[in-house]
Nanobody, 124 residues
Framework: QVQLVESGGGLMQAGGSLRLSCAASGRSFSRYVMGWFRQAPGKEREFVASIFWSGGATYYADSVKGRFTISRDDAKNTVYLQMNSLKAEDTAVYYC?????????????????WGQGTQVTVSS
């Protein structure tokens, strides 16, 4: 059974940092692109960042470029999202995702696996 389990969300003041983790299990993700999406209340789910599990190339939404960093740890089968200089508009439920894709430009309609989500709240 494939599982993506997120952790690390919480409440943070603007300007602070949080690190989200996504523990992946149940299959090999070596041919997958791993990503993070987020969804704020009343808004559509939007792409945040992605990484090739093999090779490590990354891609970011313009709104987080320079502030967020996606990475993975092969030994722990875990993907991370380091979020710095947080803003109130970063408040959302953050979802880990996996897609058997050849591109880092993930489409939420094509995702193969989703995590359950973790809440991030940034107070201004």
């Amino acid at each position: 059974q494939v599982q993506l389990v997120e952790s690390g969300g919480g409440l943070m003041q603007a300007g602070g940092s949080l690190r989200l983790s996504c523990a992946a299990s149940g299959r090999s993700f070596s041919r997958y692109v791993m990503g993070w999406f987020r969804q704020a209340p009343g808004k559509e789910r939007e792409f945040v960042a992605s990484i090739f599990w093999s090779g490590g190339a990354t891609y970011y939404a313009d709104s987080v470029k320079g502030r967020f960093t996606i990475s993975r740890d092969d030994a722990k089968n875990t993907v991370y999202l380091q979020m710095n200089s947080l803003k109130a508009e970063d408040t959302a439920v953050y979802y880990c995702a996996a897609e058997a894709s050849l591109t880092l430009r993930l489409d939420p309609r094509a995702i193969d696996y989703w995590g359950q989500g973790t809440q991030v709240t940034v107070s201004s």
